[in-house]
């Protein structure tokens, strides 16, 4: 089950999810749903979505986020709101309301996963004018450590992967400008963007049996940005 506001975008997302399944066989099949995390109301209308079709749920990945970028002396009361309601707050939110169902599904041997997606802006302090992002990425970091400690005991474990540059929409601001993407992709020591079979690795060895005693872990997926000292 897959969400986001823009509701083609989705479809067609689910779409190719389809096909790509029924091309390799497996019988599983993605269903969509538009929802504005950002608003309480988009919130328990997705949850309302997901209880009417499953009472157990094996993994849930928060993923959807959003950022604001504004200098120092005009950063925006609506860009601290926006940003926290949808990457720390939504999380948070769906976690607790998906409980019963991630419940309904952990057992000692094979717990259910929750996977939140941070970021490396809330490892180490950003280049970029973000506050609010690199702020609520650093509270979800602390909020899977919380959550994990908080429901080890009924195996639900809980992880983040913390992203470094990775070129999807978020970031297509910096290929625009050559020399924002030099003085980025200089900061990370592999020297690349992040591809799509790192994340899916990442997201597999956490949802998997390898990843059953794995907990409280903010995984660092960023060339070694961070680790090497931004
Ligand atoms: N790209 C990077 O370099 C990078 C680095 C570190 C961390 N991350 C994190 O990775 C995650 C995925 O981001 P991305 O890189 O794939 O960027 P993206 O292309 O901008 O994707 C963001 C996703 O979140 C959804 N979203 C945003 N606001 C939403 C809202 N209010 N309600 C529901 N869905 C919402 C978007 O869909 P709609 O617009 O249709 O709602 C979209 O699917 C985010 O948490 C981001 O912070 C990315």
């Not at 939110?93 to 409980?99: Q, R, S």
Request: with cysteine; proline share 6%.
């Amino acid at each position: 089950m897959i969400t986001s506001r823009k509701e083609e975008q989705c479809r067609s997302t689910a779409h190719e999810i389809n096909d790509a399944a029924e091309a390799n066989g497996t019988t599983g099949r993605c269903t969509n749903v538009a929802a504005d995390l950002s608003e309480a109301e988009g919130v328990e209308h997705l949850l309302t979505w997901i209880r009417s079709y499953h009472d157990r749920i094996d993994l849930l990945v928060n993923n959807a986020g959003t950022t604001w970028g504004a200098p120092l002396g005009e950063f925006p009361r609506i860009g601290w709101t926006k940003v926290l309601n949808t990457n720390p707050v939504a999380p948070f939110d769906i976690t607790v309301g998906l409980l019963p169902q991630l419940r309904a599904a952990a057992r000692p041997d094979r717990p259910a996963r929750i996977i939140n997606v941070g970021s490396v802006d809330g490892l180490v302090a950003p280049e970029w004018e973000n506050y609010s992002y690199s702020t609520s990425k650093a509270g979800l970091h602390m909020l899977t450590r919380h959550l994990a400690k908080k429901l080890a005991s009924e195996n639900i474990t809980v992880n983040a992967i913390a992203p470094g540059p990775f070129l999807t929409d978020m970031l297509r601001h910096v290929t625009a400008d050559q020399e924002q993407e030099t003085e980025l992709l200089d900061r990370v020591p592999l020297g690349r963007y992040g591809h799509g079979d790192d994340i899916v690795g990442t997201v597999r060895f956490l949802a998997s049996p390898a990843g059953a005693f794995v907990t409280a872990a903010v995984i660092p997926l960023d060339g070694g940005l961070s680790g090497c000292g931004g």
